[in-house]
């Protein structure tokens, strides 16, 4: 049980253009998930927190207008990367929160590589 | 600001060798520690800890919180080449709406 999917594995894009990113958890409801990002050799930067039916909350430093999210169900949420720069090239990661043992549990997508060209 | 801090930040051991990673953590209204495995791709769970004291066993692998020190360690027994990972403590607090606050990871090579 809990899985998340996340779909592009891996994208690669022209300068200027979007990409969307999905994150799905498969067998669970999901009121709230976390997308991250992850450069080479670094830990999880957590960039926002994606509630369903209202807006993502966003982490300090983070353009919103940049990244868009969109929770529209309980099972699907996803972030857009609008106009998209090399700098922008990174492993993005997703993440679904649920309940195990009365404590928060993240179950992670498998993340999806972005390269922007 | 709660911070989560994890040492070594990497290491490297030939197979059959125990190694031990350390979290240690500084956040209010502490919940729970969870301990994550990071290969290629993304993080997979590993342990959660809520109690101090009280040691998690899976396999090789296994893990105790000492919530008086605010510190846990994970340990790897007779360490394989698959252990080969990235090894990530996480911190869950009750005021942070879920959200967990991440140490940077202990980088963990596994030599034949």
């Known amino acids: 049980g809990a899985v998340v999917s996340q779909h592009p594995s891996r994208v690669i894009c022209k300068s200027g253009t979007s990409v969307k990113i999905e994150c799905r958890s498969l067998d669970f409801q999901a009121t709230t998930m976390f997308w991250y990002r992850q450069f080479p050799k670094q830990s999880l930067m957590l960039m926002a927190t994606s509630n369903e039916g209202s807006k993502a909350t966003y982490e300090q430093g983070v353009e919103k207008d940049k990244f868009l999210i969109n929770h529209a169900s309980l099972t699907l949420s996803t972030l857009t990367v609008t106009s998209a720069h090399p700098e922008d090239s990174s492993f993005y990661i997703c993440?679904?929160?649920?309940?195990?043992?009365?404590?928060?549990?993240?179950?992670f997508g498998a993340g999806s590589r972005l390269t922007v060209l | 600001e709660d911070k989560v801090v994890q040492s070594p930040l990497s290491l490297v051991v030939h197979e059959g060798d125990t190694v031990t990673l350390n979290c240690s953590y500084e956040v209010t209204n502490f919940r729970s520690l969870l301990w994550y495995k990071q290969e290629k791709k993304a993080p997979t769970f590993l342990f959660m800890l809520?109690?101090?004291?009280i040691e998690k066993k899976s396999g090789r692998l296994s893990s105790i919180l000492d919530k008086k020190e605010l510190f846990s360690i994970l340990n790897i027994t007779a360490t394989q080449t698959g252990d080969s990972a990235v090894y990530l403590c996480a911190v869950d607090v009750k005021a942070a709406g879920n959200k967990l606050t991440f140490g940077g990871g202990t980088r963990v090579l596994v030599k034949p």
């Open positions: 809520t109690s101090s004291g």
């Open positions: 993440s679904a929160h649920r309940q195990f043992s009365g404590a928060n549990v993240l179950t």
